[in-house]
């Protein structure tokens, strides 16, 4: 008669998720075994945290010889993440000073064309998507945001001609109006 050892069966750490129909994978130590003990949880590893609560999961290694050996894991269910909110979307304009988009809940972190922390530097034209994610894993939100960078516009201040202008014409105008005659001037002054 032969005796042969038990396989290794680790199923890792107890997970936590959040309430989600997104399944959700399981990282074991030891590979190779199956997942049982849920409906939720497939043969493969993938858990589906539709219902709150503690769950426990069974994972089964079994050795060339037809040993098993198992383990468990004690899976949390959480509520849902608060939804995150990247705040509205944004219009500046080419080589502005930079701008700090604020999302909520606090603690989030900003991804695409932006700095982690939000600021946001106008330095090419167009339409910019950003991303404001809090949480991680399954316990993560996020909602996106458009910045937009227009051309700046030149904008040419008005003054008054006797302020801007001290300067006479000195010749001879000749206009037509409507009717006989003509109109003249010798002197045509913008003061």
């Given at each position: 008669?032969?005796?042969?050892?038990l396989p290794a069966a680790n199923a890792g750490t107890d997970p936590?998720?959040?309430?989600s129909n997104l399944p959700q994978v399981l990282f074991p130590i030891t590979v190779g075994g199956v997942w049982s003990g849920d409906p939720n949880v497939t043969a493969d590893g993938h858990f589906t945290p539709s219902?709150?609560?503690?769950?426990?999961l069974i994972y089964t290694v079994t050795s060339p010889q037809g040993c098993t050996n198992m383990d468990t894991v004690q899976v949390t269910v959480a509520p849902p993440a608060a939804p995150a909110d990247a705040g509205p979307d944004s219009l500046i304009c080419l080589n502005a000073?930079?701008?700090q988009l604020t999302g909520s809940p606090g603690?989030?972190?900003?991804t695409g064309d932006i700095s982690i922390g939000g600021i946001f530097t106008p330095v090419v034209t167009g339409a910019f998507v950003v991303i404001y994610t809090v949480g991680s894993g399954s316990c993560s939100t996020s909602d996106q945001a458009t910045v937009t960078v227009v051309p700046a516009t030149v904008v040419l201040a008005r003054t008054s001609s006797s302020a801007s202008m001290s300067h006479s014409l000195r010749a001879p105008r000749r206009w037509a109006v409507p009717g006989p005659g003509t109109a003249s001037a010798e002197t045509i002054s913008t003061r």
């Open positions: 008669m032969t005796v042969y050892p936590v998720f959040c309430e219902v709150q609560g503690v769950h426990q000073t930079p701008i603690a989030g972190t900003w």
